[in-house]
């Protein structure tokens, strides 16, 4: 059965709410559930569900216009554009996203995982199954 | 007995069955407007709540015999008037302190509030039902009317009126555009609880109904006001207000049809769905932000400015939203209107 178009967010969690709605949404759009002219929710709309203010679903929508993912559109949401080739990524962001790579590699060996575990659920993960 | 008498003892056994119903008004995880555990719904909110009944009956059950013992007995009519509307706010006051004293009982007994919040990446349907012309209907009703008065001016008996003949119609028009004001405010910007399941779907169906409701409250002032308007000319008179009724009663038997169907689809149109579709516990708000017993919902860190209610079915304004101050302002405009209109 295909995984619901939803996204979830954690008050408790370190993690700002802009940075987790935007990881959710990132995960369906690079798992291609939602597809090129798909519409997502107004702001408003996506805010008032969440229970945030309209600002922190106007960053997370911003954030993916910036990567290439969305075009923001007035009062009706945001589209899914057709991303062909990824936009050029700072490469200091990437090697950010390495080195908290590394870091989680090393916590799961600390935790008695082989390189090789490590390596093929990274791969899965990579994929689109969930960990 | 009077027709008082009778009409006091109607009051006193309706508001009794009212308050007998009104906790099946919630979602069924809520009890005595508190977010409550499946098994304390099945245990102790069980006995709970037939405590709270038999306060509630008995409280009517008194006020009856107190109200037969005075129509007996050899009073003034005056003051047996005065005494058996003490006897139906004493009545009043037992039953809102039963549901007090419940909901206390049972705000303990509160699930904590959730961490996790979720939400559907499908955008709703937030349109009027029926489109902006369906909703536009009364200005057009209320326009052509005005059309026709002003052709028929002559006719007209002057007053002093700022807008003479046309204060109902501009009445008319103010309460018309509060109503769509509503409307709009409620399909736009109410929470949606389900995420995205038949829940959701029925809890979409109700939330449209109601908004449907006040798009049609619009409508039955737009003819109330026209056929008030065109009484006033010669050549209508007598002919339109006793044929009113071909168009209120369609409304009314809709609004009680509503009203009905309602009470059976449950709070957020729950009933109509299989308890297993409904994943999401309670309604999406928090419990401390429910004030006076579960009356009011104050909670300036919620955006939203309508949530369901917790006593009753259909909707309420989040006060602690600035919105909803501006809705609540607009709601005295009519009253400003007559002030000024009539």
């Known amino acids: 059965m295909a995984e619901p178009l939803r996204v979830a967010i954690n008050l408790n969690s370190p993690v700002p709410a802009y940075r987790q709605i935007a990881s959710d949404l990132r995960r369906h759009l690079v798992e291609a559930r939602l597809k090129p002219g798909d519409l997502l929710p107004p702001i408003r709309q996506l805010a008032l569900d969440l229970g945030v203010h309209f600002n922190t679903v106007a960053l997370a929508y911003r954030l993916l216009a910036d990567e290439g993912w969305l075009e923001l559109k007035r009062r009706r949401g945001a589209a899914v554009m057709a991303r062909h080739a990824p936009r050029a990524v700072d490469q200091g962001h990437v090697d950010h996203l390495l080195r908290q790579l590394g870091h989680i590699a090393a916590e799961l060996r600390s935790a008695g995982m082989t390189a090789r575990q490590i390596s093929s659920a990274l791969r899965r993960i990579a994929q689109g199954a969930r960990p | ?342």
């Open chain 2, 1 to 342: 007995m009077t027709s008082f008498s009778w009409a006091m003892m109607l009051v006193v056994t309706m508001h009794a069955l009212l308050f007998h119903a009104m906790p099946r008004f919630s979602r069924p995880d809520i009890l005595f407007a508190v977010t409550v555990p499946d098994a304390f719904v099945r245990g102790a909110g069980r006995a709970l709540l037939s405590r709270y009944r038999l306060v509630v009956w008995c409280g009517a059950g008194a006020a009856l015999v107190i109200a037969l013992v005075l129509t007996a007995a050899s009073f003034a009519t005056e003051r047996r008037a005065f005494v058996m509307m003490a006897v139906v706010a004493g009545n009043m006051i037992v039953s809102a302190s039963a549901w007090l004293w419940a909901h206390r009982t049972a705000r303990p007994h509160a699930v904590p509030d959730s961490d996790t919040r979720v939400a559907s990446l499908v955008p709703r349907d937030t349109s009027l039902p029926g489109g902006v012309l369906f909703a536009g209907g009364p200005f057009a009703l209320l326009l052509a009317t005005a059309v026709l008065v002003s052709t028929q001016l002559d006719q007209v008996p002057t007053n002093s009126k700022p807008l003479g003949p046309f204060g109902a119609l501009a009445m008319g028009a103010v309460y018309v555009a509060m109503m769509l004001t509503l409307a709009m405010s409620l399909a736009r910007r109410t929470r949606q609880i389900a995420v995205d399941n038949p829940a959701a779907a029925a809890e979409q169906r109700f939330r449209r109904v109601n908004v449907l409701v006040l798009v049609l409250a619009g409508y039955g002032m737009a003819i109330m006001m026209s056929t008030v308007t065109l009484e006033a000319i010669p050549s209508f008179s007598g002919t339109l207000s006793p044929r009113l009724w071909i168009v209120m009663l369609p409304i009314m038997l809709f609004n009680f049809g509503v009203a009905f169907w309602m009470f059976r689809v449950g709070q957020g149109g729950h009933r109509s769905v299989a308890s297993t579709a409904r994943e999401v516990r309670g309604d999406a708000t928090p419990d401390h932000a429910w004030k006076v017993a579960g009356l009011f919902y104050f909670n300036p860190n919620d955006p939203a400015i309508w949530v369901e209610k917790r006593v009753g079915l259909g909707y309420t304004l989040n006060i602690g939203n600035k919105g909803a101050w501006l809705l609540i302002g607009m709601m005295l405009l009519p009253m400003v209107a007559v002030r000024f209109f009539f």
